[in-house]
């Protein structure tokens, strides 16, 4: 593996060991969306290092999905797709109605990301 690959998927572990940790904390679910869809958007940008599918400066989960599309199949549901990338922007600044259009993710949705 190469080395950049490599730090790409240990940063991601750190988001992921970050969301085992809080998960439970109900006040908490949208640091456990953010945590989620960083790990993802991590892992997704080991693959295109790993196999040199180009230089990508993005965050969306949508566009990498894309990219590594030739390498991997991720079967995800297009909300969830769609959702994580709202996460990005959504979850690092307060906004009047909370996280997302429809507020601050419950518990179950946080899990489940």
Same mark, same amino acid.
């Given at each position: ?7 790409? /998927? ?5 988001? /992921? ?13 949208? %640091?456990?969306?953010?945590?989620? %869809? %960083? ?11 790993? $196999?040199?599918?180009? $230089? ?9 999905? !894309?990219?590594?599309? !030739? ?7 297009? !909300? ?5 990338? %709202? ?25 489940? /990301?």
């Amino acid at each position: 593996m190469k080395s950049i690959s490599a730090d790409w /998927l240990k940063s991601a572990e750190s988001d /992921l060991t970050i969301i085992t940790l809080i998960v439970h904390d109900d006040s908490l679910t949208h %640091q456990v969306a953010f945590h989620a %869809q %960083q790990t993802i958007e991590k892992c997704l940008k080991a693959i295109v290092e790993e $196999f040199e599918l180009g $230089f990508i400066k993005t965050h969306s989960i949508r566009t990498l999905i !894309g990219t590594v599309s !030739g390498i991997i199949t991720i079967n995800a549901e297009p !909300g969830d797709i769609i959702m994580l990338d %709202q996460l990005y922007i959504e979850s690092r600044y307060p906004g009047e109605i909370g996280l997302l259009p429809f507020g601050k993710p419950s518990h179950e949705s946080a899990k489940k /990301l």
